[in-house]
């Protein structure tokens, strides 16, 4: 069975963040876009990229072998 990329994202991002309500997840073509709360791209990121590679990893097995699905961090730009 396998299950929704962005479903699968969202719990997982809102498992390691502090403030989950503010977690959002939107999908564009074969990327999964994550926003979380401002200060908590660190904690999403992790030390030297680990957290998000993990998550990376994980939702690509559970997804549809077929479709490739890219998650990456929709953090706003600074000017």
């Given at each position: 069975?396998?299950?929704?990329?962005?479903d699968?994202?969202?719990?997982?991002?809102?498992s390691?963040?502090?403030?989950?309500?503010?977690?959002?997840?939107?999908?564009?073509?074969?990327?999964?876009?994550?926003?979380?709360a401002?200060?908590?791209?660190?904690?999403?990121?992790?030390?030297?990229?680990?957290?998000?590679?993990?998550?990376?990893?994980?939702?690509r097995?559970?997804?549809?072998?077929?479709?490739?699905?890219?998650?990456?961090?929709?953090?706003?730009?600074?000017?």
């Amino acid at each position: 069975m396998k299950s929704d990329p962005v479903d699968l994202t969202l719990f997982l991002s809102q498992s390691v963040v502090d403030q989950p309500s503010l977690v959002r997840v939107s999908r564009r073509g074969p990327t999964v876009l994550v926003r979380v709360a401002p200060g908590e791209e660190g904690r999403l990121i992790g030390r030297q990229g680990r957290v998000i590679q993990a998550i990376r990893t994980l939702v690509r097995a559970a997804s549809d072998p077929r479709e490739r699905v890219n998650v990456d961090l929709d953090a706003p730009r600074k000017a």
